[in-house]
């Protein structure tokens, strides 16, 4: 194109120079050509001719957006010797224009459609990971459940947030196992005697008042009090040493005695109590009493090289017969002091 405008010039033929134009509009592209000569005067020209109203808003936007024709310079042995000004045709302008609009429309729809499933995607997200972690907190609130971890979460700030929060929790689960412990250390030691390791005196009051609410144990149970006869003369003879040496002796007799059947406590002192489960009759809780005291006829090793013997008086109520802990106890009581003195009197005899 270049070359038959350059030849056109050169010759003074702008007949050429517009049938080359004229070629140059039928491809769709230019609305107007303009030849100017190397005086900048007009020398050829070509013009699109525009249908009635159509392209009148066409018009309208190819001004606005491209107000001054392209300028192409041509030139001859390196001379410049004219110029083209080119003006693109509205429609094609227009129609660019269209394209670009939605091409434009459609990206920011897209943009806006994967934004929000984005948004979504993250919001659920951020809606489970609360609802995780209020449910753990809630549980270890009302439960005390340590033991509960958050899960892991897809959002970093959550998943490191789980795993600090999990580390928490993992050392609260520990201060409460321990805790635990401790607390159940205590009872046991609140509860049992620390020299014979027999329940104590509160345990036995603990286990009377259960006995007298449970209708089935109160028809089957008989107590025992159990009192040493001679181990003030152990202690005086052989010293307080000998004297626990023999009370956890006979700690040790009452377990082998109880097994899993009965139970046993250490009241204070030389003072035991039995209480004697599944038994219907007095005549068995007799033949029990009896195999109780043989169970303290061999004599008690001292670890000093002697040994001294102990007997127990021992005296019953049955649990059937009374209605309070105080009356069962009271009788229980009364026995026992009334075999200590038939063991006295035998002996003054």
């Known amino acids: ?37 190397g005086q900048m005067q007009h020398f050829a020209a070509w ?13 309208l936007i190819s001004k ?47 943009a806006s459609f994967i934004a929000l499933l984005l948004t979504h995607s993250l919001h659920r997200g951020i809606v489970a990971a609360l609802q995780s972690i209020t449910e753990v907190v809630h ?3 009302e439960n005390r459940h340590f033991s509960r971890r958050v899960p892991e979460e897809r959002i970093e700030e959550f998943h490191l947030f789980a795993q600090d929060f999990n580390s928490l929790l993992g050392e609260m689960e ?18 049992h005697d620390p020299l014979t390791g027999l329940a104590n005196r509160a345990a036995f009051r603990n286990a009377l008042a259960e006995l007298m609410q449970n209708e ?31 009370l956890m002796e006979v700690a040790s007799r009452l377990m082998t005695f109880a097994g899993k059947r009965h139970l046993a406590w250490r009241l204070g002192g030389d003072e035991f109590a039995v209480l004697l489960r599944e038994v ?21 090793n001292l670890h000093n090289g002697h040994s001294a013997t102990l007997s127990l008086s021992v005296g019953y109520a049955l649990a059937w017969e009374h209605a309070t802990a105080e009356s069962l106890q009271e009788l229980a009581d009364q026995n026992m002091y009334r075999m200590k003195n038939q063991r006295i009197q035998q002996t003054l005899k």
């Open 1 to 37: 194109m270049g070359r038959s405008l350059e030849a056109a010039l050169v010759f003074g033929d702008s007949a050429a120079a517009e049938e080359t134009l004229a070629s140059l509009g039928k491809q769709g592209q230019i609305s107007q050509a303009i030849v100017l000569n």
């Open 47 to 59: 013009r699109h001719e525009p249908l009635a109203n159509k392209e009148q808003v066409s018009g």
């Open 64 to 110: 606005w957006l491209f107000p001054e024709p392209t300028v192409q310079p041509i030139w001859h042995q390196g001379k410049q010797i004219g110029e083209l000004r080119l003006t693109a045709l509205d429609e094609l302008i227009s129609h660019f224009l269209g394209i670009s609009i939605l091409v434009l429309t459609g990206s920011i729809l897209l």
């Open 139 to 141: 549980d270890i609130r």
């Open 174 to 191: 520990d201060w409460q196992r321990q805790l635990q412990a401790k607390n159940a250390q205590l009872l046991r030691s609140s509860l």
């Open 216 to 246: 089935v144990d109160h028809q089957t149970s008989a107590l025992l009090f159990l009192d040493g006869d001679n181990f003030k003369l152990i202690n005086d003879n052989w010293g307080h040493a000998a004297g626990d040496k023999v």
């Open 280 to 300: 219907r009759s007095e005549a068995e809780v007799q033949a029990l009493c009896q195999a109780l005291t043989e169970q303290f006829l061999p004599p008690f």
